[in-house]
């Protein structure tokens, strides 16, 4: 089983707020992920990185920001918050010795902005 | 670009039935290919992957696919489904040397008693 984590799994929060969602893995993988899961089940690239000190864009513009000051641990952050950020978030991070051929994926947390 | 599509949103079908997913991707240079599973309220699971060799790759749960590089597809299959099989299913793929894993856009699959 993976050992990857994401917290809260589910967050109900007002219009203007500032979230963090954590994903934390003990796997010690150096390439982490972003996904947006839409309602209707299709999941956008939003956020990689390829080690600590390292973020890059995804395929899927997003007003939320990410950061990897350590190797276990990929947070995402939205400063202010907004129903159009309401959607399901799944982190993930994949194993150098496979060739990063097999990514490992947190139960997501569901974000409703209200 | 590469771009990769399921082309059926849902699949009802009977418990005990046999069942096809359909995946189709489009790349002119090698890719790695990827079935994964959603359960409810879950994360994605590996079914299984095809990065190269044997054309037909078993995985977990008793499904398997078939990469097809002329017809650009990598269907999967389960021989006789059962009630724990109702999920999302989503096939993806990595183009060789690039960095991405890009996924289809799901199908969900609902197995009738």
């Known amino acids: 089983e993976a050992d990857i984590y994401q917290t809260p799994r589910y967050l109900v929060i007002g219009t203007g707020k500032k979230i963090t969602l954590e994903c934390s893995q003990t796997?010690?993988?150096?390439?982490m992920y972003w996904y947006q899961q839409d309602p209707g089940m299709e999941l956008h690239l939003i956020h990689y990185?390829?080690?600590?000190?390292?973020?890059e864009k995804g395929d899927l513009s997003s007003e939320s920001t990410v950061s990897r000051i350590r190797t276990e641990h990929f947070p995402l952050t939205l400063e202010s918050a907004r129903p159009s950020h309401t959607s399901q978030y799944l982190c993930?991070?994949?194993?150098?010795?496979?060739?990063?051929?097999?990514?490992?994926f947190g139960q997501g947390t569901r974000l409703t902005v209200v | 670009a590469q771009s990769v599509t399921q082309l059926d949103s849902q699949v009802p079908v009977f418990e005990e039935a046999p069942v096809e997913l359909r995946c189709n991707y489009s790349?002119?240079?090698?890719?790695?290919l990827f079935w994964y599973v959603q359960y409810p309220n879950q994360g994605l699971q590996l079914l299984l992957k095809y990065l190269s060799g044997s054309t037909l790759v078993k995985g977990i749960n008793g499904f398997e696919a078939e990469f097809n590089k002329s017809q650009t597809s990598f269907h999967l299959r389960k021989p006789s489904v059962h009630i724990s099989d109702t999920a999302e299913y989503f096939c993806a793929a990595i183009i060789q040397g690039a960095q991405k894993l890009v996924f289809g856009q799901g199908t969900r699959l609902t197995i009738n008693p």
């Open positions: 790349s002119s240079v090698s890719v790695y």
């Open positions: 990185s390829y080690g600590v000190n390292s973020t």
């Open positions: 796997m010690g993988h150096d390439k």
């Open positions: 993930a991070s994949s194993d150098p010795g496979q060739g990063h051929t097999e990514a490992f």
